[in-house]
């Protein structure tokens, strides 16, 4: 069996389309949440691998489920996330939940309809948000708007990233009934150009995910953690610039990422409007509660 070592994509997080842990979040808090990212780096990448086989993708999941939960320490970023989790009183099941995803990104290439693919972002997607928002002791009552926001950059990811995980994997998150009722076909994104009918697919995909995005508008405002969230206001905005974007360009011809400037732009005007908006009172409380 090959090693996890040896299918690494080499992307750390600062490749990632939304920030990861950046300045804006409190220092004593970027340590777990760069263990959690380390270790579903490394079980995107094992899922992902273009050559290695299914058995192999299996097996090596399996190691950083038994390194997680203490059963062996074969899998560095196993071992380590699961040290930070004991030191810190958090629980495994934001990992193992990822962990089933990838599973699932090995066994599984089509998803049926829209509630299939929210099914996977329940797993995929939104124990990222949960694991960052019991790193900052935020309340469990506002995880819906988390998961909402997790999931929306989750099917931001798959259209940006549609063509590419068509050919390298034969892998389509585009929902087959959202093909269908559009005219289009699953080969339709094998394509270099996007037909009429997949546009009309990719568009109405960006349109559902734009409805996600406005579920998870008042996330910011319901964390008490002032740096975490100035961090979502950000996320918030890009992910909908994105969404946009989508709904007016064809991903496999086209680039539907920002570019640096893009993306800065964006979040500067992302911070204006977040410390506009956000009273001072919980400014000044959340800053004096959360900082050492």
Not at 9 to 35: C, M, W, Y
Not at 214 to 220: D, E, M
Request: one cysteine or more; hydrophobic letters at 45%.
């Amino acid at each position: 069996m090959q090693s996890a070592g040896s299918l690494s994509s080499g992307k750390t997080h600062r490749d990632e389309n939304f920030p990861v842990a950046s300045f804006l979040i409190a220092p004593q808090h970027r340590p777990p949440i760069l263990a959690f990212y380390r270790f579903a780096r490394t079980a995107d990448d094992i899922a992902d691998h273009a050559s290695a086989t299914q058995s192999e993708k299996l097996g090596l999941l399996e190691t950083m489920r038994a390194s997680l939960q203490g059963e062996s320490d074969a899998s560095p970023e196993a071992v380590q996330l699961r040290e930070v989790l004991a030191n810190r009183q958090l629980s495994t099941q934001h990992a193992l939940d990822l962990l089933q995803a990838f599973r699932r990104d090995v066994t599984k290439l089509r998803y049926a309809d829209w509630d299939e693919l929210m099914d996977y972002c329940c797993y995929s997607a939104m124990p990222v948000g949960r694991f960052v928002l019991d790193v900052h002791g935020e309340a469990r009552t506002i995880w819906s708007a988390s998961d909402a926001l997790c999931a929306a950059l989750q099917v931001i990811n798959h259209l940006q990233d549609c063509g590419k995980d068509f050919h390298a994997l034969n892998r389509l998150y585009i929902p087959l009934d959202a093909l269908a009722r559009n005219g289009a076909a699953p080969d339709d994104v094998a394509a270099e150009r996007a037909t009429p009918a997949l546009r009309r697919t990719l568009a109405e995909l960006a349109g559902r995910t734009t409805a996600l995005l406005a579920r998870a508008r008042p996330l910011a405002a319901q964390i008490r953690d002032f740096r975490l969230a100035l961090e979502v206001s950000v996320i918030q905005r890009l992910a909908e610039d994105l969404a946009h974007k989508l709904t007016r360009r064809d991903p496999l011809s086209e680039r539907v990422h920002h570019s640096r400037a893009e993306a800065l732009r964006l979040a500067l005007a992302a911070t204006g409007n977040f410390l506009l908006a956000r009273p001072r009172a919980n400014r000044s409380r959340a800053v004096l509660v959360r900082q050492p």
